[in-house]
């Protein structure tokens, strides 16, 4: 099993650039994040979808945009890249029964973005 | 105020040794479960232990245990005998119910050092 996969690893972007995070699962689950990772610091929550054509607002929205338009398949896109977006970001989705072991949370490897 | 509140940005300890990472929260939800995560210097998020606030007893997890103290709001993650390999950030995190509508939010973290 794949997990979740995230795509690309790392990304320089110039500012004003725009970009598409690409976030794929294949364990069937509803409920998918976007996280981001400021340096030094704790995760944020950027979106969330609850299943296919389903999303809300995080804490930190303003610059992203995603869309659900299936199970697999969570992309975060970036509109006009700013400094204050470089972050790693990670992607991670809840699944019923915890067979990963986690409680359902399985965390992608993540995406390091740097904005200049 | 911070809903997950983690006041060590540093704990050293000695190859051996057993150290307490301290986290404490704050929810009126009755309903809620809290996280511990691991990220090494690689960045992936890796899951250490779990306690639900239904749990009577604190959880265990090889290494590691988490102190439940519910009336202090407090979940401290004790690691007995110290690797060199725990050197890591400890990330607390807090889910306020029980569905794919609760998101998980993060403490700052701890960035451990475990010394030979």
């Known amino acids: 099993n794949a997990g979740v996969t995230q795509t690309p690893k790392f990304r320089i972007l110039k500012i004003g650039q725009s970009m598409t995070l690409q976030c794929t699962q294949d364990m069937n689950h509803n409920y998918m994040y976007w996280y981001r990772q400021d340096p030094g610091m704790g995760l944020k929550l950027i979106y969330y979808?609850?299943?296919?054509?389903?999303?809300d607002k995080g804490e930190v929205p303003n610059g992203y945009n995603v869309s659900r338009s299936t199970t697999e398949d969570f992309p975060l896109r970036l509109e006009l890249a700013a400094p204050s977006q470089t972050s790693v970001y990670f992607c991670?989705?809840?699944?019923?029964?915890?067979?990963?072991?986690?409680?359902?949370?399985?965390f992608g490897s993540g995406t390091r973005l740097t904005v200049v | 105020a911070q809903k997950i509140t983690q006041t060590q940005p540093g704990m050293f300890v000695q190859e051996k040794e057993a150290v307490t990472l301290d986290c404490t929260y704050d929810t009126s939800d009755p309903s809620y479960g809290l996280f511990w995560y691991k990220q090494p210097s690689s960045g992936e998020m890796i899951f250490l232990i779990y306690?639900?606030?239904?749990?009577?007893q604190n959880a265990t997890e090889g290494r590691y245990s988490l102190n439940f103290q519910k009336a202090r709001k407090s979940a401290n993650l004790v690691i007995s005998a110290s690797q060199l390999g725990d050197s890591a950030m400890y990330f607390c995190?807090?889910?306020?119910?029980?569905?794919?509508?609760?998101?998980?939010?993060f403490g700052k973290g701890t960035m451990l050092l475990v010394s030979p």
């Open positions: 995190a807090m889910r306020e119910g029980n569905s794919g509508y609760s998101t998980l939010t």
């Open positions: 306690q639900g606030s239904y749990d009577q």
């Open positions: 979808s609850v299943g296919a054509g389903i999303t």
């Open positions: 991670a989705t809840l699944g019923a029964g915890g067979e990963f072991g986690d409680y359902g949370y399985t």
